[in-house]
DNA sequence: ATAAATCGCTAACGCGTGTTAGCCAAAAAA
DNA sequence: TTTTTTGGCTAACACGCGTTAGCGATTTAT
């Protein structure tokens, strides 16, 4: 009997969460089986039920994890009294920072949430769609105030959400340059993008 | 018993693979079952393998014809004698058009090559490798000529491939403006943050 | 020390999967 | 018109999946 072991303030599920996310990151949701994922843990299969109640549920857990942090960030950035330029190069760092240190799980929210049932999934859509228009609200309001050039402002969204996600090319190349200036180059790109 | 309909020079198997395109682009090629192809084509499950040899080998040809389409044109962009810039973004005008006129077959090539088997998989990696070192090769040699501010070319080039496949974000949202208002936005922005 | 809760295990379930075999009608070739 | 090929069909296969039941050992609480 192997015990999955813990430190202290980590729970057995956190544990069983975090192995997920990794599992879900490297096969897709649909091809990791629980099987998979009892292995990574170190136990049989059925021994994850007594501390999840499905496959699914880690699913849900991940995402809205993740969802969470970025509307609690934005809700932050869009109360600052700051200029809408200085404004999008933190909400950027802030993904930049996300898609580096916690690649899998922003990874996994990213791009396995189509597998979510309702009604988690529409409620997930709903976030995005909602988050990405606040994201665009502050790219037209620097519009108006002549820091970014005329542009459409959910494209621009659309293009600074994507590429961030390229950050999963970088982590799984072999000659990394470092995440500091993996962020400079980014932001010097799509920041420059926009301005100008 | 209904036969599947083709025109001239549409074969049955072209049938296939086109609404298996479809079908993986929306469900995942793990999620995506033969016996949804089957009903999405009109036909009994079974039937379907008198015209193909197995569920992969529709996601080879599909990942195969768009890496050669990629490869063919940048041989093409490589051999002409104008500026880096503007062989930059010829391929950003490609890869744009690819993904708004052939998003499916492009979208699934993008996200699901994963599901490759061997020899296959090491195959599409490498191309895929090949093709992107081309690509910030010619970002280098703008770089040099000072046509392209100082950057990390690879960033760059994993920046525009992402941004691209944000397309889809574009093909499934509700107002969409238009394919060539959208071809110009991203040439201005993705343009604009290599040069400047 | 005793009782209760926690957390492993084995066995098994029902179901959906990709795929094959074998048959027969329609279409194409002779 | 006859023969051959093509392309449907039904039935079935072996397998892997998520999940549950029920048991016993270890840990925790009383």
């Given at each position: 009997m192997a015990r999955i072991k813990t430190d202290k303030n980590i729970s057995r599920k956190d544990v069983i969460v975090t192995k997920a996310a990794s599992l879900f990151r490297e096969k897709g949701f649909k091809a990791a089986s629980m099987r998979d994922l009892a292995e990574a843990v170190g136990v049989?299969?059925?021994?994850l039920y007594n501390h999840i109640k499905s496959k699914t549920e880690l699913l849900h857990e991940l995402c809205f994890s993740v969802a969470n942090r970025f509307l609690q960030k934005i809700d932050e950035v869009e109360a600052e009294k700051i200029p809408a330029i200085e404004k999008i190069e933190k909400l950027l760092r802030f993904h930049i920072n996300e898609m580096i240190h916690h690649y899998e799980e922003v990874y996994v929210s990213d791009r396995e949430w189509?597998?979510?049932?309702d009604p988690y999934l529409s409620n997930f859509q709903n976030q995005r769609r909602i988050y990405r228009k606040r994201f665009a609200a502050i790219i037209e309001s620097g519009i108006r105030n002549h820091?970014?050039?005329?542009?459409d402002a959910p494209t621009a969204v659309l293009i600074m959400l994507h590429a961030i996600s390229g950050i999963e090319s970088w982590h799984r190349s072999t000659q990394k340059i470092s995440a500091a200036e993996l962020e400079e180059n980014m932001v010097t790109i799509l920041v420059g993008g926009l301005t100008q």
């Open positions: 049989e299969a059925a021994s189509k597998h979510l049932a820091e970014v050039k005329k542009i």
